[in-house]
């Protein structure tokens, strides 16, 4: 993953100086922070998106990705768990009980997001199975989400759960197919 340029989250933070009441702006720099590897912030700020918003489901799997990469798969399972039908959860879920060992439980998760989303989900699944370490699976839904231009695509170029997969030609080709701006 390349270098952010210092400031990178100025506009972010900005937003929520602005209207610190705002859950979405707060969601929003979680989100960029994230994507900057920036994990303690990212878990933090999502925590303070729930404090407000405790019905804006999708910051308990934000959250609990954050705790994940941080290491604390304990932390991320019970925030994701408090949300479990919403599919960030559930994505979430599906790579904590795999880190677990919980592989039953894991592949679960799995099926349920697939029983809801069918290949809607394509690139969620990719990041799971790319988190799994199995790349076969996770470049095929790579190549499912690029066929149904899954809305997930927008994240490739930054999403750490697609790490495993930087090296990859398919994937470097996939990038390059969506042409994303270049620094």
């Known amino acids: 993953m390349r270098r952010r340029p210092k400031g ?3 506009p972010a933070r900005r937003a929520v100086v602005l209207d610190p009441l705002a859950d979405l702006s707060r969601a929003d720099l979680g ?6 590897r920036q994990y303690g912030e990212a878990a933090s700020g999502y925590a303070e998106v729930l404090s407000l918003n405790p019905g804006y489901a999708a910051g308990y799997g934000k959250r609990g990705l954050a705790l994940l990469a941080l290491g604390d798969l304990a932390g991320a399972r019970a925030v994701c768990a408090s949300k479990p039908d ?3 959860s559930m994505q979430c879920l599906a790579v904590v009980y795999e880190k ?4 039953a439980d894991a592949q679960a998760e799995l099926a349920k997001m697939q029983a809801m989303d069918g290949d809607a989900a394509a690139y969620q699944y990719a990041t799971i199975y790319a988190q ?3 790349r076969a699976k996770a470049l095929a839904w790579l190549d499912t989400a690029m066929r149904v231009r899954d809305p997930g695509l927008e994240y490739l170029r930054s999403d750490p759960l697609m790490d ?6 398919r994937f470097k080709a996939d990038l ?3 042409n994303f701006p270049t620094d």
């Open 31 to 36: 989100a960029v922070l994230y994507a900057a």
């Open 100 to 103: 677990l060992g919980r592989h």
């Open 176 to 178: 390059r197919e969506l």
């Open 132 to 134: 799994w370490g199995d």
């Open 8 to 10: 990178f989250a100025r």
């Open 86 to 88: 919403y599919w960030v």
């Open 164 to 169: 495993p997969l930087r090296q990859e030609p």
